[in-house]
């Protein structure tokens, strides 16, 4: 037997999500970025999906214009794989608010998948999510700082130990 609980009606929250995508394509033209209505109802159903995969409710448009004001600027992105690369950003986003228990907030959340998304990661989704993201959801679960890195921590300690015995040869 299935229960679902619906308290709002959801066609009209997908026609308001869709609204507000719509408009950000007001911000989005000056990087040559746009979606059409079939195209932001698609991210829409994106969304939608990847809420109910992660165990997840929101209200209204919910992220997808904070993500796209954050990306919009990105210089791996092109009008050819913008729509492709938000859907995948979505469902990385989703999934990693609940990786990290919820203790990362959505602004901070964004903030990392871009500064790794347009740096070391080159505009590569696979190396965001399977390597950057990761290791800062594990980072999060154990109670460490979201961008420690044990190797560049080990790495950190041989080059004092090798300074301090090049010291002691003096």
Known sequence: MSFNLTLFDNKQLEVQAVSDIMLC????????????????????????????HSGRIEFGGGIIGELIAVFCDSPYLSQSNYEKVLHELIEIFYYFKNETLDLMSDDDLLAYMKEYFDGVCS????????????RIARNIRL??????????????????????ENESYR
């Open 143 to 164: 109670g460490n700082d979201p961008d420690y890195n044990e190797l560049a921590e080990e790495r950190q300690k041989q080059i004092e130990t090798e300074a301090k």
């Open 25 to 52: 394509n007001q911000t989005t033209q000056q990087y040559a970025l746009s979606l059409t209505e079939k195209q932001a109802m698609e991210i829409v159903e994106t969304r939608t999906t990847a809420l109910k």
């Open 123 to 134: 505009g590569d989704l696979d190396l965001l999510k399977s390597r950057e993201l990761e």
